[in-house]
């Protein structure tokens, strides 16, 4: 007991010591990336290596996200809130509602059927400074797993999933070339979800997990504003309904750290028998 | 995907090294050579001199030497016919215990001085480019 308040106070006045908040927002704008649509840091489809909070090496930052995508026949809402502790470890909890809308009778599953699925993640900053390593090619590299339990076991068997929950594991790359003003980004990915996991995990074609790519290109119009593209290949294991690759052309407005509006053109293909689903796509997020 | 994108990127380095280069004196002159970038100096350390995020490393600095300084080193590292006489930035910044909110926080004032100056997004960050690699040596680990 002794040697633990011995600890907290060493802890305490080496924060005092410093007098600068434990909580903060010292990142420059911008250089966290957004929110990805399965919470994690990023942007619109794709998993980014920067860890997801203005908190700086010495500083815990957190953001809260609410996020729509609406394609012809179907909706999706997702809110949710990541952590970033001293720009190393990532923390990430999102719920989503999938919304089938009328396709949701054509279905046979009735009108409005919703599916809805939590994600927990967790990502790790292995090596790499994004922002400030800009004299080599050596890209910011980070390590991520997000555990996924989708809801709607019975319909998700029905359909040939294998699970309803499931674990990916990613590694993610993001290189910033602040002379040209463009930020790139590659992730590969190990999962077995469908759609994202809303549809369960492995199916009848296949139950194994299989590599995915994801990847961004982004450009820095303006100290307030990010145009970028986003690519995402997707496992195919269900028979009853082709799952294809998605991909997103977006916009970010960053009228402060503290709130961001993503919009964003989105195809995510076919999805449950409902042919090319494309739409919009917009997030909000606040934070500190 | 390996060998072959490794071999790319080489590529890629060894062509953009001689743009690097030639873009370098634009760069000076798009910061509006050197009367420019003094100005863009001396109000990023206004800035640095009284932003209570900042102002305790400069207690015991004197600000019109240092305006000199960088204004010198970074004419200098954009192409302008000036030659930098300080410290190197680890020498020059040893024991000082700079944190990296500190260094973000230099780095938006530099940002808040050159839009004063109107100094397009895309050249402050060429700038930005340039003077990053920097902050390994000045932010203690």
Not at chain 2, 66 to 93: E, F, N, V
Not at chain 2, 106 to 115: G, N, R, S
């Amino acid at each position: 007991m002794k040697s633990i308040l011995g600890a907290l106070s060493l802890f305490t006045q080496s924060v005092a010591a410093d007098d600068a908040p434990l909580f903060g927002s010292s990142k420059l704008l911008a250089t966290p990336g957004v929110v990805q649509i399965e919470g994690a840091g990023g942007s619109g489809l794709t998993t980014w290596a920067v860890i997801s909070s203005y908190g700086s090496n010495r500083e815990i930052g957190a953001n809260a996200h609410y996020t729509l995508t609406a394609t012809q026949d179907y909706t999706l809402n997702a809110v949710g809130a990541r952590f970033g502790f001293f720009d190393k470890v990532e923390l990430s909890l999102t719920r989503q509602y999938f919304d089938t809308g009328k396709a949701g009778a054509a279905l046979g599953l009735g009108e409005g059927f919703t599916f809805h699925q939590d994600i927990m993640g967790l990502k790790v900053r292995l090596f790499g400074d994004a922002v400030y390593a800009q004299d080599t090619w050596l890209p910011q590299v980070a390590a991520g797993i997000q555990y996924k339990k989708a809801g709607k076991t019975d319909i998700i068997r029905a359909i040939g999933g294998q699970d309803d929950d499931d674990f990916d594991y990613y590694l993610s790359t993001t290189k910033i070339l602040l002379n040209h003003s463009l930020v790139f980004t590659a992730t590969a990915r190990l999962t077995r979800a469908n759609q994202f996991g809303l549809l369960g995990f492995g199916g009848d074609k296949t139950a194994n997990y299989s590599l995915q790519f994801e990847g961004s290109v982004a450009y820095l119009l303006s100290k307030n504003s990010v145009l970028g593209v986003d690519f995402r290949s997707k496992p195919d294991t269900l028979s009853f309904a082709r799952e294809q690759d998605a991909w997103a052309a977006y916009a970010v407005w960053l009228p402060s750290k503290h709130f961001t509006v993503t919009a964003a053109y989105v195809d995510l293909g076919d999805i449950a028998l409902h042919d090319n689903q494309r739409g919009f796509y917009l997030s909000v997020q606040v934070g500190f | 995907m390996k060998p072959l994108s490794i071999g790319t990127f080489l590529f890629m380095v060894i062509s953009f090294a001689p743009s690097t280069l030639a873009s370098s004196s634009s760069l000076y002159n798009a910061l509006g050579e050197k009367d420019g970038i003094a100005r863009i100096v001396a109000h990023t350390l206004d800035l640095s001199f009284t932003d209570a995020r900042t102002q305790k490393q400069f207690i015991h600095t004197k600000k019109g030497r240092l305006i000199g300084l960088i204004t010198d080193q970074i004419c200098a590292l954009s192409g302008g016919p000036c030659t930098y006489k300080g410290l190197s930035m680890k020498k020059g910044h040893i024991k000082l215990g700079i944190t990296e909110r500190e260094f973000n926080a230099l780095v938006e004032q530099l940002q808040t001085a050159m839009d004063k100056e109107n100094i397009p997004y895309h050249i402050q960050n060429k700038l930005l480019a340039i003077l990053a690699p920097m902050k390994k040596d000045i932010v203690e680990h």
